[in-house]
């Protein structure tokens, strides 16, 4: 396919790279996505229930209940030849994802700009916790994802933005690009002159920013790219 040729050389020609992954980057893994149509989170669950700090004071059970029911459907899952692909391209791994199969597809370092399923921490210091409550100040125990209306991690999304300033090639995958601050990146990128790859079943508003666009999946086409760029 003509487009794999273009992503391919661009890969084989950049020196920094970046790589941004959203909930599409796991939907081969089997774990659903939040806004893809009948099958997204979010057509099934309401978010204000279950993904803000309000939610959690009002039921913290309710939501734990949520994630613990998420973190069992991650560890059920594997990575797909797709997150497989990711750790051989390598160089900087951005995610918006809070699930552990970047890591466990042998990526050493993945940015969490949205925390991660693993790594509950204190509802009032925010110190990571082990038990229900915090070691620290007895604070509840949350989980440890960002929620709607909350700050992302400062230190995650300094050094993100940093990647993408200073990267030549940022391959975007599995994103509907919808949600800011993580949706700047790829723009961040392109601003700073960087070549943008897209894959994506779907148009989404990065295509405006794309110098290749991918319709396809993460599982196919990630594979496909790397096989051409070393081939
Ligand atoms: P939001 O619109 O509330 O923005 C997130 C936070 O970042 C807000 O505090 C906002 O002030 C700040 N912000 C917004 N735009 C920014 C920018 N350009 N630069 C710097 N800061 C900016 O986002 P949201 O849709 O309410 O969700 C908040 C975050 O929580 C999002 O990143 C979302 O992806 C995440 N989230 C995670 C889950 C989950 O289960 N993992 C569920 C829902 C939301
Ligand atoms: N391969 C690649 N992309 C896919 C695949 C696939 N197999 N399947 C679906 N997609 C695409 C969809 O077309 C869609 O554009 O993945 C995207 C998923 O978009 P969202 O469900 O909005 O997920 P994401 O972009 O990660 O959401 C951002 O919003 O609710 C918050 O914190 C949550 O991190 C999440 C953030
Ligand atoms: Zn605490």
Redesign the pocket.
């Known amino acids: 396919m003509e487009s794999v040729r273009a992503a391919a050389a661009l890969l084989r020609d950049a020196g920094a790279v970046v790589v941004f992954t959203?909930?599409?980057?796991s939907?081969?893994s089997g774990i659903p996505?939040?806004?893809?149509s009948l099958t997204?989170l979010w057509a099934r669950f309401s978010?204000e229930e279950l993904a803000t700090p309000e939610a959690f004071e009002k039921d913290p059970e309710l939501v734990w209940s949520w994630y613990e029911w998420r973190r069992a459907a991650v560890e059920k899952a594997a990575p797909n030849a797709g997150h497989e692909a990711v750790a051989e391209i390598g160089g900087t791994l951005i995610t918006?994802?809070v699930d552990d199969l970047h890591e466990r597809a042998g990526s050493a370092d993945p940015i969490h700009l949205?925390g991660s399923l693993f790594a509950p921490r204190c509802f009032d210091c925010g110190r990571a916790t082990t038990g229900a409550v915090c070691a620290e100040c007895g604070g509840r125990s949350r989980p440890g994802v960002?929620w709607f209306g909350e700050q992302l991690p400062a230190a995650a999304l300094a050094r993100a933005v940093e990647a993408a300033e200073s990267c030549d090639l940022l391959i975007t995958?599995?994103?509907?690009?919808?949600?800011y601050p993580?949706a700047e990146i790829p723009h961040v990128a392109a601003v700073n002159g960087a070549a943008v790859i897209q894959?994506?079943?779907?148009p989404?508003p990065l295509d405006e920013v794309a110098a290749v666009n991918l319709r396809g999946?993460?599982?196919t086409l990630l594979p496909a790219i790397l096989r051409e760029a070393t081939g």
């Open positions: 959203g909930a599409g980057m939907a081969e996505t939040f806004r893809d997204g978010p918006q994802n949205h960002v995958v599995g994103t509907s690009g919808l949600v993580a894959v994506n079943p779907r989404t999946t993460a599982a």
